[in-house]
């Protein structure tokens, strides 16, 4: 069978605390899949292990199907609450366009 993502024995630690302890998941082509669990629970840990941020303390094996690609960055940023036009500005542009 193939797997779209399959991890085996996926361990991840911490210094002393184990976020990940021998992980085992297969996911199969048009399978949805949901990772569910409480606050620490190594929902994220996992996520970040299998892109690549973090590394594996120990695995079995890790293999995905295709390679992730980092998303391209912007070309340009726009904020999402533009600064209002100052008063003098305002004045400027409202005088400027009752002359023409």
């Known amino acids: 069978m193939t797997y779209l993502l399959?991890?085996?024995g996926l361990t991840r630690k911490f210094g002393g605390v184990v976020a990940l302890d021998n992980l085992d998941l297969a996911v199969v082509p048009n399978e949805?899949?949901?990772l569910i669990g409480p606050n620490g629970?190594?929902?994220t840990t996992f996520?970040?292990?299998?892109?690549g941020i973090y590394?594996?303390?120990a695995a079995l094996s890790l293999s995905m199907a295709r390679t992730l690609h980092a998303p391209?960055?912007?070309r340009s940023i726009m904020p999402a609450f533009p600064a209002p036009f100052s008063?003098?500005?305002c004045?400027?542009?409202c005088r400027s366009s009752t002359t023409s």
């Open 6 to 8: 399959e991890a085996r």
């Open 32 to 34: 949805i899949i949901g």
């Open 41 to 43: 629970s190594g929902k």
């Open 47 to 51: 996520f970040n292990v299998v892109t």
């Open 55 to 57: 590394g594996a303390t």
């Open 72 to 74: 391209r960055r912007p």
């Open 87 to 89: 008063a003098r500005g």
């Open 91 to 93: 004045r400027r542009r």
